[in-house]
């Protein structure tokens, strides 16, 4: 229901307000009061239309043309400037009017059939009209056209759904005949039960394999580490070497000490022989040629034994070479090895 109408820079209406009845009204004046100006009010605000701005009157000026309706306990405004063409409803933001559309929420709001609107110098309504125009006129008034729109949907529904029938009959006589072709399929449950148990050994491999290849992957790592501990190697021969140095060394000290024995033997001999006064008989005399030839013996295996000790010498000083470039070695090991060993994974 209509409650009023407000009306401003609109065609003859300057500023008017038109409250309305519930029930029938009707507008009555002097022609070019602008009565018909109300009805295209109307119309602009119902049916966006007219298009344009000729409506805009003459003495607005830069303000706009507004027009307001009170209808079904909204407010609707229409407003149209040279740079603004809008419709608000209530409070609501504007939205902004294309060609002669209204928008979907004020044409709800609305709810007003185009037939409604009837003009004075519109023909009597009806009566002077030919059937095919009243028909659409009473299709509108009725709704009967959303009717036969929904009819029209209807039956198309229904040839679709038939023309869907027989496709589907069609897919189930295919199918039918597949059907014959895979009897087999009733005695695949064997078949199936055989596949999963592949299946489950198939999976069990699989991560195997990817356990065998995470164990492959680490020991490519470790070997490209081992890459840069090749002195490790040098070195443990340089240890070994050491060690077979240090046994000779050993062997060669209890040789040197059964030799520094001897020695004390002979030299005490010797000073035997210095305190003897004279020789006295042949039998003294062939023990001392005995006791010199002793004394030779002995002496050049002194002088064996000092050869000896200077080659000892020298392999000591080699050994403590070695053990000095071992300790270096020892060193840098330690220097290089991580905390954490890259064979055994110990710390």
């Known amino acids: 229901m209509i409650e009023y109408i407000h009306i401003k820079n609109f065609l003859s209406h300057k500023n008017s307000r038109v409250d309305f009845d519930p029930g029938v009204n009707s507008i009555v ?7 018909s100006a109300i009805i295209k009010a109307l119309d602009w605000v119902f049916n966006n239309n007219p ?4 409506f805009i009157n ?44 209204v928008p979907e929420k004020i044409a709800k709001v609305i709810n007003i059939n185009p037939a ?18 009243v028909a659409a006129y009473i299709n509108k008034i009725a709704n009967l056209e959303i009717m036969q729109k929904s009819v029209s949907e209807i039956n198309l529904q229904v040839t679709r759904g038939s023309r869907g029938l027989k496709t589907l009959e069609f897919d189930l006589e295919e199918k039918r005949k597949e059907q014959k072709e895979f009897r087999w399929i009733d005695n695949a449950e064997g078949f199936l039960v055989g596949l999963k148990q592949q299946q489950t050994k198939i999976n069990k491999l699989r991560t195997k394999i990817t356990k065998i290849k995470g164990v492959v992957a680490q020991i490519k790592e470790n070997q490209k580490r081992l890459c840069h501990y090749d002195w490790v ?48 008989n042949a039998k003294e005399l062939k023990n001392l040629l005995v006791l010199g030839y002793n004394i030779k013996q002995k002496t050049n295996k002194f ?10 010498k020298n392999k000591q000083n080699q050994l ?28």
């Open 29 to 35: 004046g002097n022609s070019d009061a602008g009565k």
């Open 51 to 54: 298009s344009g701005d000729e």
């Open 58 to 101: 003459w003495y607005a000026g830069k303000e706009p043309a507004i027009v307001e309706i009170g209808i079904n306990g909204h407010k609707i405004t229409r407003l149209k400037s040279k740079t603004k063409n809008l419709y608000q409803l209530d409070d609501e933001e504007p939205d902004r009017a294309f060609g002669v559309a």
């Open 116 to 133: 409604s609107l009837h003009r004075q110098p519109d023909p009597a309504f009806l009566i002077s009209q030919n059937s095919p125009t």
């Open 233 to 280: 190697k040098i070195a443990i021969n340089q240890l070994e070497a050491c060690n077979a140095l240090n046994k000779k060394r050993t062997a060669k000290i209890k040789a040197i000490k059964r030799v520094e024995a001897a020695i004390t033997r002979v030299a005490n001999a010797q000073e035997k022989l210095k305190k003897l006064p004279s020789l006295k």
């Open 303 to 312: 002088n064996a034994l000092i050869d000896l000790t200077e080659g000892i």
């Open 320 to 347: 403590k070479d070695r053990e000095a470039s071992l300790k270096k070695t020892e060193e840098n090991f330690y220097k290089l090895m991580p905390d954490i060993c890259p064979l055994c994974g110990r710390g």
